[in-house]
């Protein structure tokens, strides 16, 4: 690992928070080019500084500031092939579903299967990507995806050979396991006044997705008056205003608590402390919640879908084919009700998540990028 020379571009959008995968896939591959030696570059600090690059091996961010569709065709069309070939790159990454318009190695990551049908509710780097999708595949020399669903539909869709594909998964750190009862206490003590709590990750402005756990919750509250809690994390930095206004005329309110700003390792112990982890996917990509739980050995609720049942395998999770906030706060109920149950899922998640081993995958990953 990093005995290549490589100057690789790594191509984001500004001011996304739809493309879970594209932020995945950068904080993995920071953490590896650190470990191997390369210099970790943004191109706009690069520009204003003009710094010319004189390390061998570079990881170089592109954030692209262009919002609107003429602006994007632009920036892929004209301006990234100029600056790969301004500071020498030898291979880039797309994170956001399109190939740029250059001759130089490119590596496409696909990172959901919404990109394959054309929507009203698609934001202008979805809109590019769709457009471009067909050509993205013809021109990257691999296509990297999340999950062998996803994976399967896009070669399926463009009759693509299936070794041009692999799957890297959503996989977490070691900071993600399961904690003994004694600290699950302590954290119980700090976020959730000593009591037991179902836990959740959601968009900070997902008003239908935190409606519908609010609603799940209230069942399970009205048939079980005790003392469980409902903590909610955003997956952004804090949650909407709409969202707290909600929470004020909520009847159970104060049993529902909003954490802000959590660090990484109290994200972690949450989880690993929680009761269950209850998912609503805003798509199918929508997996790293349900891929830390697996690892922290706490069982999961979710609403089901095919990658969702590719990550879970037979066991480990509960996954509920009827839609609805009735469906899942029934399953809420039986949770409770049957702690057996909650101690084989929570057996089961611990098992399944030995196939989702960061290190493993980092591994490969990383001599992919290197071959």
């Given at each position: 690992?990093?005995?290549?020379?490589?100057r690789?571009?790594?191509?984001?959008?500004s001011?996304?928070?739809?493309?879970?995968?594209?932020?995945?896939?950068?904080?993995?591959?920071?953490?590896?080019?650190?470990?191997?030696?390369?210099a970790?570059?943004?191109?706009?600090?690069?520009?204003?500084?003009?710094?010319?690059?004189?390390?061998?091996?570079?990881?170089?961010?592109?954030?692209?500031?262009?919002?609107?569709?003429?602006?994007?065709?632009?920036w892929?069309?004209?301006?990234?092939?100029?600056?790969?070939?301004?500071?020498?790159?030898?291979?880039?990454?797309?994170?956001?579903?399109?190939?740029?318009?250059?001759?130089?190695?490119?590596?496409?990551?696909?990172?959901?299967?919404?990109?394959?049908?054309?929507?009203?509710k698609?934001?202008?780097?979805?809109?590019?990507?769709?457009?471009r999708?067909?050509?993205?595949?013809?021109?990257?020399?691999?296509?990297?995806?999340?999950?062998?669903?996803?994976?399967?539909?896009?070669?399926?869709?463009?009759?693509?050979?299936?070794?041009?594909?692999?799957?890297l998964?959503?996989?977490?750190?070691?900071?993600?396991?399961?904690?003994e009862?004694?600290?699950?206490?302590?954290?119980?003590?700090?976020?959730?006044?000593?009591?037991?709590?179902?836990?959740?990750?959601?968009?900070?402005?997902?008003?239908?997705?935190?409606?519908e756990?609010?609603?799940?919750?209230s069942?399970?509250?009205?048939?079980?008056?005790?003392?469980?809690?409902?903590?909610?994390?955003?997956?952004?930095?804090?949650?909407?205003?709409?969202?707290?206004?909600?929470?004020?005329?909520?009847?159970?309110?104060?049993?529902?608590?909003?954490?802000?700003?959590?660090?990484?390792?109290?994200?972690?112990?949450?989880?690993?402390?929680?009761?269950?982890?209850?998912?609503?996917?805003?798509?199918?990509?929508?997996?790293?919640?349900?891929?830390?739980?697996?690892?922290?050995?706490t069982?999961?609720?979710?609403?089901?879908?095919?990658?969702?049942?590719?990550?879970?395998?037979?066991?480990?999770?509960?996954?509920i084919?009827?839609?609805?906030?009735?469906?899942?706060?029934?399953?809420?109920?039986?949770?409770?009700?049957?702690?057996?149950?909650?101690?084989?899922?929570?057996?089961?998640?611990?098992?399944?998540a030995?196939?989702?081993?960061q290190?493993?995958?980092?591994?490969?990953?990383?001599?992919?990028?290197?071959s």
């Amino acid at each position: 690992m990093g005995a290549f020379i490589m100057r690789i571009a790594v191509i984001h959008h500004s001011n996304d928070t739809v493309n879970d995968y594209a932020a995945y896939i950068s904080t993995l591959l920071d953490h590896t080019a650190a470990e191997n030696n390369y210099a970790i570059k943004d191109y706009d600090l690069v520009r204003f500084t003009k710094d010319r690059l004189t390390e061998e091996n570079i990881l170089l961010h592109i954030i692209i500031p262009a919002t609107g569709g003429f602006l994007l065709k632009y920036w892929y069309n004209v301006k990234l092939p100029l600056i790969f070939k301004k500071y020498a790159i030898d291979k880039t990454l797309c994170l956001y579903g399109s190939c740029a318009s250059s001759g130089i190695e490119q590596i496409l990551f696909f990172p959901d299967i919404f990109l394959l049908q054309q929507a009203k509710k698609m934001v202008p780097w979805q809109q590019l990507a769709f457009r471009r999708l067909k050509k993205s595949t013809t021109v990257a020399k691999h296509i990297i995806t999340y999950s062998q669903h996803a994976k399967k539909l896009l070669e399926e869709a463009f009759a693509l050979d299936t070794k041009k594909t692999s799957v890297l998964p959503y996989t977490v750190s070691e900071l993600f396991k399961p904690l003994e009862w004694h600290d699950k206490l302590y954290i119980k003590s700090r976020f959730a006044e000593n009591k037991e709590y179902f836990i959740a990750v959601i968009h900070g402005d997902d008003e239908k997705a935190f409606t519908e756990l609010l609603k799940a919750f209230s069942k399970f509250k009205k048939w079980q008056q005790s003392s469980m809690q409902l903590i909610l994390l955003p997956k952004e930095e804090s949650f909407s205003s709409a969202i707290e206004e909600k929470l004020d005329t909520y009847k159970y309110k104060d049993d529902v608590k909003l954490v802000y700003d959590a660090e990484k390792k109290e994200t972690a112990d949450l989880i690993a402390s929680a009761y269950a982890l209850l998912h609503i996917a805003a798509t199918d990509a929508d997996l790293l919640p349900v891929t830390a739980a697996l690892q922290s050995a706490t069982p999961v609720l979710a609403f089901y879908t095919e990658s969702l049942d590719e990550y879970c395998g037979d066991a480990g999770a509960i996954l509920i084919k009827e839609p609805g906030y009735e469906a899942l706060g029934n399953e809420l109920i039986q949770l409770y009700k049957n702690e057996t149950l909650r101690g084989t899922l929570s057996e089961a998640a611990a098992k399944r998540a030995i196939i989702f081993q960061q290190k493993q995958y980092l591994e490969h990953f990383w001599q992919r990028l290197n071959s």
